[in-house]
């Protein structure tokens, strides 16, 4: 069966409108770009197959809405989630203020339990528009990146492909490394035995 | 076709019995449900979704949303996803399960699930989806007709080689028609359910552990952990699993009856709570096998089990006949269990088709269920029935076991 003995990633791509989420993903998976803007409604979401140190990945990515007005799914779909990258655009200072609070609406929306160890990765997007335009520098970008736990980094030109296999690599792996950590008793019959004298077992009241 | 798709709360696929797109599927699933358990206020759960062609049911159990697609005029089971529910429930227990999703929401479930395990989710949707499982259909259990004075026979020696440990006990022909129970439990607010054997029943004959080149293996017994679920979802119970040959030439030698094969193996199910009582129930079914296989009117009315003798015209081309009371039928054996056909508050149907009539009836506490040649005068039906009827009571304790 497909997908089956593949790990699944579940993928999240949060941030602005127009910062260029779904160019990324279409030059990704279809290497594709169109200079056409089509806002994202509700959301896509997209299979991934990748080999990762000889594993097998499928990566399920949610290419969300930017726009608030299209945001018609709500939020409730970011838990369970292996993996968020947060986007921006160089070139537009508020899509890189908007980071933050991007990553702060997931944590509690996804209802993440431990926000410190949680795999974000920031992609700074249309790096190739011409240097007059650029408004956030790599050394800005770099630091925020840092204060917010070391996050990995990258810039990227989905109209030119540039970077953005390196970046979803990076994703992939921080996502597994997330999976991998789970520990769980493989002794499943030894976890509860119905007792015969026992409550939830006997209802005599002796 | 129908399409049954499992997937976990948030949205991984778990299992997919038409895996096309099931990635995305999955994706598009959780968001839907999602949309309605937390965005929409008063909070709401989605039960259903029709349109011109198709009627997509969901069920939310968590950590697992089940959904099933079908074509709309199709007769769905309304159990079909507790069922799968179920059996999922069945292999590892709810604790287990919850533990896992409370400590991990994203946790990818296939891995727990081994090649044999998607086999039976395999054969319960082949199942639901064709509507060919009378068990699943009727909610009840198929019987061997035995002379019910040789059953008591059958039951009394049962229950004398039972020790305490010993929960629960079955004898079964390998096509699961059901000879004997042992229920030795006080507490009569636990009991079997169906629905928990009829997935005790899917596991043994479609996973492959049990078979050897697709027959059942007799000369080895299996020790089977299971969850039953509605018996109790919280621990598992202790499974001993031994299947028996008939079709031997020297029991027909030795009891001097000829060759026949109709019932070509037994089926031994003995249960316990605790996971040591391996050798306890290892010694009551060997027993209990010696004193099916040495006496002869033992041997041979389960070799040989009565024969059905409904006073039918040959118009009918199968029937199908449920005790409502005790949950058990018979049927033709040439029986294709077409679809099940829903009372909701009547108590008769007829659905007409090219070439044959389904008609179903409530008389007493029977169902009876007969496909008809087409020509036959509805005026007809009613008469048939209550003959049928007649000839189940005055021959019920054979028929059923009470
Ligand atoms: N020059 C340049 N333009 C880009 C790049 N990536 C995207 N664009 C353009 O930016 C616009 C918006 O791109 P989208 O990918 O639709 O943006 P989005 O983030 O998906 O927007 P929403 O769906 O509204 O959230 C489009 O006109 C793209 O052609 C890039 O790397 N370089
Ligand atoms: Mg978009």
Redesign the interface.
Known sequence: ?????K??L?VIILGDTEVGKTSLMQQFINGKFSQQYKATI??D???KDMIIDDKNI?M?I?DTAGQERFQS?????Y????CCVLVYDVTNLKSFENLTSWRDEFLIQA?IKDPDNFPFIIIGNKIDLEEGKRLISTKKAQALSNSLGNLPYFETSAKESVNIDQAFEVVARCALK??EI?E??DD??D??????DDD?????AC | MINYIIISSSGKPIYAFDNNNIIVYSAIIQSIVSYFTYSTSPNQLINSIKNNNSFINFAHYNPFILISISPINHHHNPSSLSILYNYLISLLSKPYIDKIFNKYPNFDFTKLLSNSDILTLNSICHDLSLNNNPIFNYNSLQTLPINYKIRSKINSKFNSLSTSNLLFGLITTSNFKLISILKNIQNSNHNLHISDLSILFKIISSSNNFKLNSQYITNETFWLPICLPKFNSNGHLYTLIQFVELNDSRYQQLHSISANNNTDKLLIILMSPFKDSFNELKKISNNLIKSLLFNKKIFNSIYNPLSINLPIPSSIISYTIKNTSLLQFIESPSNSSSSPLNFKNSTIIIENYSNYKLFACKLSNYEIYLKINSSTPESQLLPISKSILNYCISNNHHLFIQ
């Open positions: 069966m497909a997908g089956q003995k790990t699944l579940k509700g959301a979401f997209l299979p499928t399920q949610w799914l709500g939020v409730a779909f838990r369970g989630s292996d209802n997330q999976e789970m769980f008793n499943y019959t976890a509860v035995n119905i007792n015969v939830n077992y006997n209802n005599c």
